[in-house]
């Protein structure tokens, strides 16, 4: 810290730093989720410890999406302050809640008061646990079905 300057500005341009990696910590969070569950991937792996040769989808697409983008490899995983690496199952499952909201909320507005058909599924899958599907099919404002 500078003779001349604050500590009330000294604190506002760390708390400006921290807030802002955490930002971008987050933000490459939300799009390895978001890849994930676009494309049906478990996120989870059965050993991820640091020596595991693979860590699962989510940890080793981390890792891979911070590769060459020094912004990123700087605030992320071990890099990261130990109580805000945001890698915890719960964090994620807490993000893909998140995400389901905000694609629910779309598909409610896109539906308004048209009319749709609701198919729903349910089957038991290999550990016994039941699992149900919900598709709902309906003509948006263009003219597709979706």
């Known amino acids: 810290m500078k003779q001349s300057q604050s500590i009330s500005a000294a ?3 760390q ?4 807030k802002s990696e955490y930002r971008t910590r987050l933000e490459a969070l939300i799009d390895c989720i978001t890849f ?3 494309n049906g991937l478990a996120h989870r792996g059965h050993d991820e410890s640091e020596d595991s040769d693979n860590r699962g989808n989510f940890l080793e697409l981390l890792e891979f999406h911070a590769r ?5 490899q ?3 995983l071990e890099n990261a302050p ?3 690496q945001l890698a915890s199952l719960d964090i994620q499952n807490d993000i893909v809640r998140a995400l389901s909201i905000e694609v629910t909320k779309e598909i409610l507005r896109d539906l308004g008061d ?3 058909a609701i198919l729903v599924d349910e089957t038991r899958d290999v ?4 699992q149900m599907v919900v598709v709902i099919c309906y003509v948006d404002g263009i003219g597709y079905v979706v």
Do not use: A
Request: charged share 35%; hydrophobic share 35%; proline share 0%.
């Open 15 to 18: 708390f400006e730093q921290s």
């Open 68 to 72: 060459g983008r020094e912004i990123i």
């Open 127 to 130: 550990s016994i646990k039941e």
């Open 82 to 84: 130990r109580n805000l």
């Open 74 to 76: 700087r605030v992320t």
């Open 114 to 116: 048209d009319y749709f």
């Open 36 to 38: 994930l569950i676009r």
């Open 11 to 13: 604190l506002s341009k």
